[in-house]
């Protein structure tokens, strides 16, 4: 057997993928309302063609033929063995199952979007928990032995048990909320100034103005507007942003689209010689939200990234050439607690996080039933925050993440958090200073840095390989409650 038919088989699920990812973003940006249901059913079809392949007798011969050819080179090595990966652990799920699956969720996510427009999770209650009994179903075909959320977990963070990021959390937990309980006896900034009425189209150009100034490409890339914002597409020459628009606070566009660009940042600097591999894209859901959330906080929570382009939000917003830098940059680093995670600071961010890791393994354990989600995030937000949603749309329904089936999906942050804490300390030994850097307006150098020693490789190292390779040492949580630290004693006189 060829090596070249191992990589036309590859190249043709690439091309499934990437026409499941642009009907998944349509779905989600611009399809019309009458064209949900054959945009569902073409995902299905398309998505069960490629679970299909994954799992197919081909791929079987393809693993027994080549798994010990010396011949092979690095990136094919890769390739064949996240092949084998999905094989072993999809192979025994029922192709009717999957179908049935994937064709739920994207129905789902259209039932949230309208349920938590009208606050209304009694709607969309039956649908999650089917996703819930299938997420248990297709877990028992991949592995019954293990812990079922363990399993999921899987999915977005290979080789982390729920009892090892349990453990990193409470460590988390130990650093952040003794600077909450400190911060929150000091005196608010009063960050009313800071609201208006900011037409759209303005927070579109700003927006745009941000992700090209922080190397986001729109030669491979767009910004659209969604319900929630993500980011989709194929590395590295099409890969798509979103964010929404709050016409009273520029702050949730602003820091979403810095998010995001984060994101599209790693796949735009994916390797070209990756492209038609499984290997072109993030390695893992931690690895990706480092960068995003590194991007969002590290860089764009601190005045240095401001003062150079300070003057643009003002020539967009003429009201904010009224408005002191420092009053901004203070205002923008405000902590306190918040009902919305994505609009929370990122201290308490992280115990948005925490809450949802708990929500999810007591809905998987049986501890939970889903007719009972709303209640317990109640009780949960005011054990974490001290606060309660009066609504379920500022509470349950917040996120699509449960909508899509993406259990498992949550802890992924808070790693980035940690994650991005250790690239941050790392890179400022190698090229300077973080301060220094934004100062001089060099975020080339911040992105050739990131490119360099992360982006590139794409999924050829796991986390733990680039975290060992770039920061000399394993998951360690002290760099990100250092910057915390160092950050918040500046700015709140501790």
């Not at 453990?167 to 800071?194: A, M, T």
């Not at 072109?280 to 939200?289: F, L, N, P, S």
Request: net charge negative.
């Amino acid at each position: 057997m060829k090596v070249e038919l191992l990589r036309e088989y590859m190249s043709k699920m690439c091309d499934l993928n990437h026409a499941v990812q642009l009907m998944q973003w349509d779905l989600k940006t611009k399809a019309p309302k009458n064209a949900v249901d054959t945009h569902i059913a073409a995902i299905s079809t398309l998505s069960t063609e490629s679970f299909k392949m994954s799992i197919s007798d081909q791929v079987k011969d393809f693993i027994e033929t080549f798994e010990h050819d010396e011949k092979l080179d690095d990136i094919m090595k890769k390739s064949l063995k996240d092949l084998k990966r999905t094989y072993e652990r999809s192979k025994n799920i029922p192709e009717k199952l999957y179908n049935e699956y994937t064709s739920h969720t994207a129905k789902s996510e259209m039932v949230w979007e309208e349920a938590k427009r009208n606050n209304d999770f009694e709607s969309f209650r039956p649908y999650l928990e089917k996703i819930v009994v299938y997420n248990k179903e297709m877990a028992a075909h991949i592995d019954s032995n293990q812990n079922v959320y363990d399993v999921m977990l899987d999915n977005f963070e290979t080789g982390l048990s729920s009892d090892k990021i349990n453990n990193l959390f409470e460590e988390l937990k130990k650093g952040i909320v003794p600077l909450v309980e400190s911060i929150s006896h000091k005196e608010r900034v009063d960050d009313s100034k800071l609201l208006g009425n900011f037409e759209e189209y303005k927070q579109k150009e700003l927006s745009e103005y941000i992700l090209k100034y922080i190397g986001y490409d729109f030669d491979c890339g767009r910004l659209d507007k969604s319900e929630h914002p993500f980011t989709t597409g194929t590395a590295p020459y099409d890969v798509r942003v979103t964010t929404r628009y709050d016409k009273k606070d520029i702050k949730s566009c602003l820091f979403g689209v810095i998010h995001e660009g984060g994101h599209g940042i790693y796949e735009q600097n994916i390797s070209p010689s990756l492209i038609k591999t499984p290997l072109a894209v993030g390695t893992c859901m931690g690895i990706h939200e480092s960068q995003s959330r590194l991007y969002e906080n590290i860089l764009g929570k601190n005045i240095r990234f401001w003062e150079p382009i300070y003057s643009k939000v003002g020539e967009i917003f003429p009201e904010f050439k009224a408005i002191e830098l420092e009053l901004f940059h203070k205002a923008i680093n405000i902590v306190e607690p918040s009902l919305i995670r994505v609009e929370a600071d990122e201290l308490t961010y992280n115990l948005h996080i925490i809450l949802r890791f708990e929500l999810e393994k007591d809905l998987f354990t049986g501890d939970l039933q889903v007719k009972d989600l709303p209640q317990a995030w109640r009780e949960k937000m005011k054990k974490y925050l001290g606060i309660v949603p009066k609504t379920d749309t500022d509470g349950v329904l917040q996120d699509c993440h449960w909508a899509d089936g993406s259990f498992g999906y949550f802890p992924s942050y808070a790693l980035g958090n940690i994650y991005g804490g250790q690239f941050a300390a790392q890179m400022e030994k190698e090229v300077g200073t973080i301060d220094y850097l934004l100062k001089e307006q060099r975020l080339d150098i911040i992105k050739d840095w990131l490119r360099n020693n992360i982006h590139r490789f794409g999924k050829m190292k796991t986390s733990a390989e680039l975290i060992k390779d770039v920061c000399k040492s394993d998951i360690d949580v002290k760099p990100i409650i250092d910057y915390y630290q160092n950050k918040y004693s500046r700015l709140y006189h501790l």
